[in-house]
């Protein structure tokens, strides 16, 4: 459906991996007793109060954001990377919110790049 996972992958989705994140959801009540406790507990601005730490994250971060997201504007994006002092932000081509399933080279490639030019203290 486009306005849910299918609006989040510009490539069709298997409907076997689909299964495998509703399924439980959908089969067993505990995990939907679960779900509803947590919805319940979590407070509007729980995103909003997280966001006010990333300014004290003091490693490198990237960033790495689907050109053509429509669920999660790449505008979006470039303010999570503004609030990270140490961030590059990228925005990887021929992709929306699921990144590694519409263009996994590109994410990988962000990916090798950003750990070899960041290695861990002691590391280099």
Known sequence: MPMSLGGMAK???PKELIARWYGP???DSAIRRDLARFCRSTEPDCYLKAAENLPSFTRP???????E???MPPATGRRLAEL???ARYVEIPDARTL????NPGAL??????FVEENP???ED
């Open 69 to 71: 997201d429509r669920m």
């Open 99 to 102: 990144v590694p399933f519409d």
């Open 25 to 27: 959801l959908l089969t």
């Open 11 to 13: 490539k069709r989705l």
């Open 61 to 67: 971060a990237l960033v790495a954001w689907g050109a």
């Open 84 to 86: 990270l002092p140490d």
């Open 108 to 113: 990988t490639a962000e990916l090798r790049r």
């Open 120 to 122: 861990l203290p002691g």
